[in-house]
T-cell receptor
Framework: NAGVTQTPKFRVLKTGQSMTLLCAQDMNHEYMYWYRQDPGMGLRLIHYSVGEGTTAKGEVPDGYNVSRLKKQNFLLGLESAAPSQTSVYFC??????????FGPGTRLTVT | TQLLEQSPQFLSIQEGENLTVYCNSSSVFSSLQWYRQEPGEGPVLLVTVVTGGEVKKLKRLTFQFGDARKDSSLHITAAQPGDTGLYLCAGATGNQFYFGTGTSLTVIP
């Protein structure tokens, strides 16, 4: 099993450009999450999904959109990137509310 | 909104020493997890505590959930260089997890 994978690993965008981050899990988990990690801030939840076809806002959803068309995939979109979105993005999945399995992260820089 | 406060933020100790990391909140959580994160990698789950007052041991690591389910502590006995990393606590409320700011631990050989 690959666990949780994220694509791409690194990306540099110019302000105003758009992009999509892909998260895939092969553990048949119902729950999936997108976080951003910034120095001194810990991980903050952007959006999450409790099952295929569902999405919900987390703590810091502004400027991001998500989709969960297939159970194994959770996409995070930035429609118009801003320098404030420079961060490391982590995807996680779980089968219950008692644990999360994280991917390796995507380091995004917006210039 | 930072629901969980961790202390200390940084900790540098000698190999063989003991240490305790604290995770505090004014909110009640249905469960609380502890993760360890290495540079350039995602967090890895160490333990989940669910019941108020619960104590779990994982080799030299002891985790405790407060009676009121608002706080937790992680105690490491006889720290080793392999314990070096960023320790994160996370509380679950509804379908969401709230992470603490993290404790960066360095164990010097």
């Amino acid at each position: 099993n690959a666990g949780v994978t994220q694509t791409p690993k690194f990306r540099v965008l110019k302000t105003g450009q758009s992009m999509t981050l892909l998260c895939a899990q092969d553990m048949n988990h119902e729950y999936m999450y997108w976080y951003r990690q910034d120095p001194g801030m810990g991980l903050r939840l952007i959006h999450y999904s409790v099952g295929e076809g569902t999405t919900a806002k987390g703590e810091v959803p502004d400027g991001y959109n998500v989709s969960r068309l297939k159970k194994q995939n959770f996409l995070l979109g930035l429609e118009s990137a801003a320098p404030s979105q420079t961060s490391v993005y982590f995807c996680a999945s779980s089968y219950s509310k008692y644990e999360q399995y994280f991917g390796p992260g995507t380091r995004l820089t917006v210039t | 909104t930072q629901l969980l406060e961790q202390s200390p933020q940084f900790l540098s100790i000698q190999e063989g020493e003991n240490l305790t990391v604290y995770c505090n909140s004014s909110s009640v959580f249905s469960s609380l997890q502890w993760y360890r994160q290495e540079p350039g990698e995602g967090p890895v789950l160490l333990v989940t505590v669910v019941t108020g007052g619960e104590v779990k041991k994982l080799k030299r690591l002891t985790f405790q959930f407060g009676d009121a389910r608002k706080d937790s502590s992680l105690h490491i006995t006889a720290a080793q260089p392999g314990d070096t990393g960023l320790y994160l606590c996370a509380g679950a409320t509804g379908n969401q997890f709230y992470f603490g700011t993290g404790t960066s631990l360095t164990v010097i050989p």
